[in-house]
């Protein structure tokens, strides 16, 4: 079946520092992926996707980019800040799907 | 706009008691989604509709619960006799399934459950 894989948090940057989160992925079919993004005590909300090979998903200055060749899907930021300070979520979803496979999370830390 | 609303945000129940949650979607979404979300874990698909019809539902979903969406627009997650082991945050989300949108799926701020 479908599965995420995502680097175990927690993850503690200092502000302005280079982030990478690695996310891995095994799915039947041709996946949609996506990068969630979870503040503490809120819902989920989208933060970027991509849905073919070589698609570069980008948002509020995260990328990731879609390679299909070692099934990776990792999400990069160039310089974090305090408020980005969140769990993080990978997922896929095949073709017309209807559900979401997320990996278990990745929490990230920034600090002054 | 508004986004997908859930009610209530908390509850606290007593084990043997029945809850019910509420969700409205996005404005003419067509498909409603049930998740569930426990601590350190990503959310675990539960249901979801395509307007009113229930299309799919995970082997999560034991017979002690039970989701409508009677008119196609807002739905509702009751569990019957709640366990301690039913202790999450029960997330909705809701997508358009359109050529212009492809399907993408909004979220709610969940609905935290606690069994006593």
């Known amino acids: 079946g479908d599965s995420v894989t995502q680097m175990e948090g927690p993850v503690t940057l200092s502000e302005e520092a280079f982030l990478t989160i690695n996310c891995t992925y095994t799915?039947?079919?041709?996946?949609?992926l996506f990068w969630y993004v979870q503040y503490p005590g809120e819902g989920l909300q989208l933060l970027l996707k991509?849905?073919?090979?070589?698609d570069k998903g980008s948002n509020k200055g995260f990328e990731a980019t879609y390679r299909k060749e070692t099934t990776s899907f990792h999400l990069e930021k160039g310089s974090v800040q305090v408020s980005d300070s969140a769990v993080y979520f990978c997922?896929?979803?095949?073709?017309?799907?209807?559900?979401?496979?997320f990996g278990t999370g990745t929490r990230l830390q920034v600090t002054l | 706009d508004t986004g997908v609303s859930q009610d209530p945000r908390h509850k606290i129940t007593k084990r043997g008691q029945n809850v019910t949650f509420r969700c409205d979607p996005i404005?003419?979404?067509?498909?409603l989604y049930w998740y569930r979300q426990t601590l350190g874990q990503g959310p675990e698909f539960l249901t979801y509709?395509?307007?009113?019809?229930?299309?799919?539902k995970s082997r999560l979903l034991s017979d002690r619960f039970s989701a409508e969406r009677p008119k196609g627009s807002f739905s509702t997650l009751e569990i019957q006799r709640t366990e301690q082991g039913d202790s999450a945050m029960y997330l909705c989300?809701?997508?358009?399934?359109?050529?212009?949108?492809?399907?993408?799926?909004?979220f709610g701020e969940g609905s935290w459950l606690t069994v006593v």
């Open positions: 989300a809701s997508s358009l399934l359109d050529r212009v949108s492809g399907n993408t799926i909004y």
């Open positions: 799915a039947t079919g041709y996946p949609s």
């Open positions: 991509a849905t073919k090979a070589d």
């Open positions: 997922a896929l979803r095949t073709g017309t799907a209807s559900k979401l496979t």
């Open positions: 404005s003419e979404h067509n498909r």
């Open positions: 509709f395509q307007n009113e019809a229930q299309l799919e």
